[in-house]
T-cell receptor, first 114, second 109 residues
Framework: DGGITQSPKYLFRKEGQNVTLSCEQN?????MYWYRQDPGQGLRLIYY???????QKGDIAEGYSVSREKKESFPLTVTSAQKNPTAFYLC?????????????FGSGTRLTVV | QKEVEQDPGPLSVPEGAIVSLNCTYS??????FMWYRQYSRKGPELLMY????GNKEDGRFTAQVDKSSKYISLFIRDSQPSDSATYLC?????????FGKGTKLTVNP
């Protein structure tokens, strides 16, 4: 079945560490997105990519980095510069950026700083 | 003014009730409107989408768009405990969807 796979489901990070969250899709979608979700804050866009080897900052990009070397993969690195990284992270993809194209979401990664 | 406003609730109703979830928006250029459902600790899933003004029905769910008022609604008839989730509205912007913050709904048996 086609879909988006996020791994790991749960991740624990020590202070000062960088961690990388994986996002893989087999939907042949061009555009991919990373969101952070905190209670009461809704979905906040971190980074997005509409094509391989190109990506744009979202609303809260500071302390995060991404790469898009393959169409299927869009990993997110949470760096030590991100002061409050504990959150639920969601990856999404879409076949197009216009019209009625909705997003397909992964099942999320819950990151906790210990 | 935020582009999309959504009452976060929480909303608690008895089983069988009619539920009304709403969003307002400020950008008159929005043409495509969507509703997502998110169960606890899961990713959102697309529930319904509508284009421009009007109604769209799918089983117990009805999505309504009033572009003149910049107001969209999702109605759930005969609500079930399995409808307990967070519902997010979303609107198509130039390069990405713009999401509301979500309304948490609990349907009590």
């Amino acid at each position: 079945d086609g879909g988006i796979t996020q791994s790991p489901k749960y991740l624990f990070r020590k202070e000062g560490q960088n961690v990388t969250l994986s996002c893989e899709q087999n939907l042949n979608h061009d555009a991919m997105y990373w969101y952070r979700q905190d209670p009461g804050q809704g979905l906040r866009l971190i980074y997005y990519s509409q094509i391989v080897n190109d990506f744009q900052k979202g609303d809260i990009a500071e302390g995060y980095s991404v790469s898009r070397e393959k169409k299927e993969s869009f990993p997110l690195t949470v760096t030590s510069a991100q002061k409050n990284p504990t959150a639920f992270y969601l990856c999404a993809s879409t076949a197009g950026t216009g019209g009625n194209y909705g997003y397909t979401f992964g099942s999320g990664t819950r990151l906790t700083v210990v | 003014q935020k582009e999309v406003e959504q009452d976060p609730g929480p909303l608690s109703v008895p089983e069988g009730a009619i539920v009304s979830l709403n969003c307002t928006y400020s950008n008159s250029a929005f043409q495509y409107f969507m509703w997502y459902r998110q169960y606890s600790r899961k990713g959102p899933e697309l529930l319904m989408y509508t284009y421009s003004s009007g109604n769209k029905e799918d089983g117990r769910f009805t999505a309504q768009v009033d572009k003149s008022s910049k107001y969209i609604s999702l109605f759930i008839r005969d609500s079930q405990p399995s409808d307990s989730a967070t519902y997010l509205c979303a609107m198509r912007g130039p390069e990405k969807l713009v999401f509301g913050k979500g309304t948490k709904l609990t349907v009590n048996p």
